[in-house]
Structures are given as C-alpha cells and as structure tokens.
C-alpha cells in the first residue's frame, strides 16, 4: 500500500500535529508556572532562614558583645563596636564567642615574664603566651595590645569598672569622666550614632 497524500489525510495529519503542539504549549505552561510557584517559595524561605538566622546572631553574639563592649568601653556601645572594630572581631565559634584579629585568629598574647636567679644570675623567664578569652580582662588586653596603648584612655581598667571613680560615680576624677563622657555622645550623637 502506498501513501497517498490527499487533502483530506494532510489535513488531518496538520489537526493531529496541531493538538499535539497545543498540548505541549499547554503542559510547558503549566510547568513553567510551576516553577516559578517553587522559586518563589524557595525565595520566601530563604528570606525566613535569613531573618531567623539575623535574630540568633543577635542574640548569641551581638547583644552579649555590646554588653562587654559596655562594660570595658567608656564610650557609647556603637562607637565602642565601630572602634573595637579596627582592631578585633568577634565570632561564634560553636556555643562560644571568641575575640579574634582583622586576620581572623585568635588573639594570642605572652603573660607578664618574671625574673628568676639561676647560679646566682638573674635570668629573665618569658611569660606564657594564652588565648585571650571573651572578657573584661581579655577585651583590655587585646585591645591594649593591639592598638598599642592608644585606647587605654577609653578602656576601664578591672578597678575602674566597678566603681572608684569610674563615670557615673561620685568621687575622686568622677565628674571629670562625667563630663568626658557627656562630651563623647554629644559628639557621637552628631555623627548620628546614639
């Protein structure tokens, strides 16, 4: 049997590929949209873990920085944390929070050395060198030795922190810090930093 091509099987031939075409725009549609239902999602979801993860760094990590920055920093917690910044960076390590370099290691600091009489010399013995830890003591440090001594005059020192002087309180120097103090946030609050 030979094909013959008449109008009529032509025709028929055009109405199959036509219905044929017309479901396949139909079903690439519907895929397409699809699709694009599965981004958005994606989208919404990955704006969700973004603002969740926003509110946990907060809570893990900022709030309890800006309170030591507080407590060590005579200045406002945002000019304590952008100045802080030029010199360390805090970062979550697991359940702990680590005072770090610009390089991002760990802040290594030698102890104080001592002086040892060997043979009837005396010999100086370095000190050992530590980790500094996320503290009062260990913010000073780092900074202190950092900065090479630049912000001692910003940093409370473990006696001045609680009292005896320190702003705020009445006593000796405490209305001259007071007035330091006042005259920094008058100036950070220029710069629109309150």
């Known amino acids: 049997m030979t094909d013959v091509h008449t109008p009529e099987t032509q025709d028929n031939r055009e109405d199959l590929t036509t219905n044929a075409n017309e479901g396949l725009v139909k079903k690439n549609r519907e895929l397409i949209e699809e699709s694009r239902r599965h981004r958005s999602r994606a989208e919404e979801l990955q704006a969700e873990r973004d603002q969740l993860h926003s509110q946990l760094m907060d809570i893990r990590l900022n709030r309890p920085v800006d309170e030591l920055l507080q407590a060590t920093v005579s200045l406002p917690v945002e000019v304590a944390r952008s100045i802080a910044s030029q010199y360390v960076d805090f970062v979550l390590d697991g359940e702990e929070i680590k ?24 010999v100086n013995v370095p000190g050992e060198e530590y980790e500094v830890k996320f503290s009062h003591q260990g913010l000073h440090d780092a900074l202190h030795h950092l900065s090479g001594g630049a912000l001692d005059s910003i940093i409370y020192s473990m006696s001045n922190a609680s009292g005896g002087g320190s702003a705020g309180q009445k006593g000796r120097g405490g209305s001259q810090q007071q007035n330091q103090s006042n005259a920094v946030k008058n100036y950070a609050g220029q710069l629109g930093l309150k």
């Open 99 to 122: 005072i770090v370099g610009k390089d991002g290691k760990p802040v290594i600091l030698t102890g104080p050395g001592s002086v040892s009489v060997r043979e009837g010399e005396p």
